[in-house]
């Protein structure tokens, strides 16, 4: 009985020690973190951080604390890097360490760690590097691609002067137009205008996207333990979500019923034909779960930030006439107005050039960048963060880096022009993000930027239901992205 006693006491008292030991050790790692706003139990610093204005909040923060500082998202312990250095430090001189994928609430709902985006470890690079060379071999970045956008910029052109002249919200007809690019990679064939599954499918996808920049979508960012158990609109995105994960789990069964192993027609096929490669490979990364949630990547990222992006350009240059006036300018001198716009044009065309990145940097699509996360304890200037911590680089912080940027909060295409009216590169200009995790769709969304802006540009000119000084464009929310004022526009034929 005293033996019994006194094995529990020592019990008790080794793992008493343990404890105290991994509290000190882990009190002596978090007084290395980055300094930040002290934290509540629970809540974190949600006193601070207003979601209605969370990137301004950040922003604010950082006046105090400097570039690198430490916030809690609820029980989420994030890193937080603004301004071109910190970013360009974390990201590309310590690439590897910070290559992890830290969360998304409203998207990782229903992605849970599958598909190309969302991954992490050996998972994440087998998908990418897999997606990479099967988008490649379907066109991206070959002649192949141009040819797609060319043609659908046709429809787009046909679609918008059928509307004779009248005032439209313009949202459906971009959407339309892009998604249809990366559905005739991914899904080899492309819908018309008038289908209403394809409407209802970009609808979903608008509503989904828009939801994660609002108050609410912020708020489950902080709380999404407890919120995805409770009634709200947080509940409509993730139905939206299941609709397209359903729509993509059509697709692909429609594909697995005719598929020929010898003549993939698309991406899916091309992810089927791996699966049967590999099926004998317990380790495999190619499964179903993985083929329907990188399709949903690709659908969903191929559509959503360059329709917002050119929603964002028009509005801009209903705001700028004299920016409009100019590009047309240089279109009819460099392109003409009896061809097809062609994406070795944009080497003669400065101006246009300069307005395409001017437009990417000030609309600022996705202003928080994709969390990531240190895949190792790291050590970060003077700091040490702990494996696993979340990190999110402040992509807008660096498009308006005032080291960079002469005046960041203003439209101007100078920010991209020498003195002698020469495209000129910034290295600050960073809208599909840098490192090892940065947007392998970027080659795609510059070719779809420039031809399906010239294209609709050479053919009409644009005109506000507003005078261009009380055109607001200003964003309607600022969250994980950023969403443009609704408006109506009419497409007046050059």
């Not at 204005?53 to 604390?65: D, F, G, L, W």
């Not at 399709?295 to 240059?317: D, H, K, P």
Request: hydrophobic share 40%; with cysteine.
């Amino acid at each position: 009985m005293l033996a019994s006693g006194l094995l529990l006491v020592a019990v008790i008292v080794c793992l008493s020690v343990m404890v105290l030991m991994s509290t000190w050790q882990q009190r002596k790692i978090f007084r290395k973190l980055p300094p930040g706003p002290t934290p509540l139990p629970f809540i974190g610093n949600y006193l601070q951080l207003d979601t209605e204005q969370i990137y301004n909040s950040i922003m604010k923060i950082s006046e105090r604390y400097g570039p690198v500082f430490t916030i809690y998202l609820g029980t989420r312990r994030v890193v937080v890097l603004c301004g071109y250095d910190a970013v360009k430090e974390a990201l590309l001189d310590q690439a590897e360490d910070f290559s992890g994928r830290g969360e998304q609430a409203t998207f990782g709902w229903i992605f849970e760690n599958h598909g190309v985006v969302f991954s992490n470890g050996e998972r994440c690079k087998h998908l990418r590097r897999f997606s990479i060379s099967t988008l490649r071999d379907f066109g991206l970045g070959k002649r192949g691609i141009e040819e797609r956008i060319q043609e659908e910029a046709g429809f787009i052109v046909e679609a918008l002067r059928s509307t004779g002249g009248t005032f439209i919200d313009p949202t459906f007809y971009i959407s339309q137009a892009i998604a249809n690019v990366i559905c005739s990679i991914v899904f080899g064939d492309r819908f018309d205008y008038e289908d209403k599954e394809f409407l209802s499918l970009l609808s979903m996808m608008l509503q989904s996207f828009q939801f994660t920049a609002t108050s609410t979508g912020q708020l489950l960012e902080f709380f999404m333990s407890v919120m995805k158990h409770l009634p709200g609109p947080h509940q409509d995105a993730f139905k939206n979500l299941t609709g397209l994960k359903n729509f993509i789990i059509k697709k692909v069964e429609q594909n697995r019923c005719t598929l020929d192993p010898n003549s993939p027609r698309n991406f899916i096929d091309s992810f089927l034909i791996r699966m049967k490669e590999e099926k004998n490979n317990p380790n495999s990364e190619f499964f179903m779960k993985n083929l329907v949630m990188t399709t949903l990547n690709l659908f969903i990222a191929g559509t959503e930030t360059v329709s917002t992006t050119l929603r964002y350009a028009l509005l801009l240059l209903m705001k700028y006439p004299e920016v409009e006036a100019k590009v047309h300018e240089e279109i009819d001198r460099v392109i003409g107005r009896n061809r097809q716009p062609k994406f070795e044009d944009r080497v003669k065309m400065p101006y246009t050039d300069a307005v395409i990145h001017e437009i990417q940097r000030f609309g600022d699509v996705i202003p928080m960048g994709l969390a990531r996360r240190v895949t190792k304890d790291t050590k970060f200037r003077d700091f040490l963060i702990p494996k696993g911590t979340e990190v999110f680089p402040i992509l807008g912080s660096v498009l308006r880096d005032t080291k960079f940027f002469s005046n960041p909060g203003d439209f101007n295409p100078q920010h991209f022009l020498d003195e002698k009216g020469q495209f000129r590169k910034s290295d600050a200009f960073v809208p599909f993000s840098i490192g090892k995790r940065y947007c392998f769709g970027e080659g795609l969304a510059r070719m779809e930027l420039f031809l399906f802006l010239t294209t609709i540009m050479q053919n009409f000119r644009f005109k506000s239901s507003q005078e261009p000084q009380d055109i607001d464009v200003s964003p309607k929310f600022v969250g994980f992205s950023t969403i443009p004022r609704n408006y109506t526009m009419c497409f007046l034929p050059r």
